[in-house]
């Protein structure tokens, strides 16, 4: 027990300080991509602090437990949004981009119907994940390309003035840091989620329940840590950005690979509870992106009831 315990405080240690490096080398990449740091949160860095979920997920499937497996993305998409985006909101009331209320949230919603679609007969099949991926692949293709062209048009000669203020031994300095930052989240959700399930199971709670709970919790620290991160240096574009960017990568990457791997079987508790909530927060997350494209505090306070709400119900 006691093992378990610092494992899990030593975790989220490793991805505080993983998250912190993680943003300010984001930034500098995006500099040099020319790309938005918006765009940078939807794609690199949201793709950075899904790693946990994806080795987490493919493991799981590898190993015979398909529980954890989906359970881990769907819990951990109910937690970006509800937990982590609720608690930032909290803390630091943060501006949202219309791109992102008519371009990400429509995906996001798109991926999760398909994903309760594809997940009716209680199995991922293998041309379902080619499905998934394809287009993760389309939508950051479409992103990538509409954030250059924007870029171009609005803002080439200052970002041309500070790429020639920057030498490359600050780009190579950056994309180091950022290999060294994804190798810390990795690591760090892995000690904690291993401390986290080790205090779990001693309490003899069953597999959905911790997948969809603390394994879905260990795996989104890095968002959540990425996301305070970002707000406290006033990128939120990046914290909003990562938060639902992590979420569509939940679904078309990580439940993508991990069928290609190996199909998935699916809990009908998961299809019949959990993934219903995940549907029903973005529904709930939509008025509150056009309210003045602001989440303000008490709306995040309304996020994380939820929150709480969907956990004590599951428990």
Same mark, same amino acid.
């Given at each position: 027990m006691a093992l378990s315990w610092v494992q899990l405080i030593g975790g989220l240690v490793i991805l505080i300080i993983g998250g912190d490096f993680l943003v300010r080398s984001s930034v500098k990449l995006a500099l040099y991509l020319r790309i938005s740091s918006l765009v940078i949160g939807l794609t690199v860095v949201s793709f950075g602090t899904s790693f946990p979920e994806l080795v987490v997920s493919m493991n799981a499937a590898l190993d015979g437990h398909p529980d954890i497996s989906v359970g881990n993305v769907v819990g951990s =998409? /109910? #937690? =970006? +949004?509800a937990l982590v985006l609720g608690i930032s909101a909290m803390f630091f009331p943060m501006a949202v981009r219309r791109s992102t209320v008519v371009f990400d949230w429509p995906m996001l919603l798109l991926s999760t119907v398909l994903l309760i679609v594809f997940a009716w007969d209680l199995h991922i099949e293998l041309w379902e994940g080619l499905v998934f991926f394809t287009g993760l692949i389309v939508y950051n293709f479409v992103l990538i390309r509409g954030s250059r062209k924007q870029n171009r048009r609005e803002s080439a000669e200052v970002i041309d003035k500070e790429i020639d203020a920057s030498s490359s031994a600050d780009l190579i300095r950056a994309l180091v840091i950022f290999g060294l930052s994804l190798i810390a989240l990795v690591g760090g959700a892995d +000690? +904690? &989620?291993n401390? #986290? &399930?080790g205090v779990a199971l001693s309490f003899g709670i069953e597999e959905r329940i911790i997948a969809v709970s603390i394994v879905a919790f260990g795996t989104s620290a890095p968002e959540l840590a990425t996301s305070m991160i970002a707000l406290y240096k006033k990128e939120s574009s990046i914290s909003v950005g990562n938060l639902i960017g992590s979420n569509i990568f939940n679904i078309l990457g990580i439940l993508g690979l991990t069928a290609i791997v190996s199909p998935v079987d699916v809990n009908p508790a998961i299809l019949e509870f959990d993934m219903y909530w995940a549907l029903a927060i973005p529904l709930l997350l $939509?008025? /509150?992106l056009l309210t003045r494209l602001r989440v303000a505090r008490i709306e995040g306070v309304l996020l994380f009831a939820t $929150? &709480?709400? $969907? +956990?004590i119900l599951i428990f």
């Open positions: =998409n /109910i #937690a =970006n +949004l +000690l +904690l &989620v401390g #986290a &399930v $939509y008025p /509150i $929150y &709480v709400t $969907y +956990l």
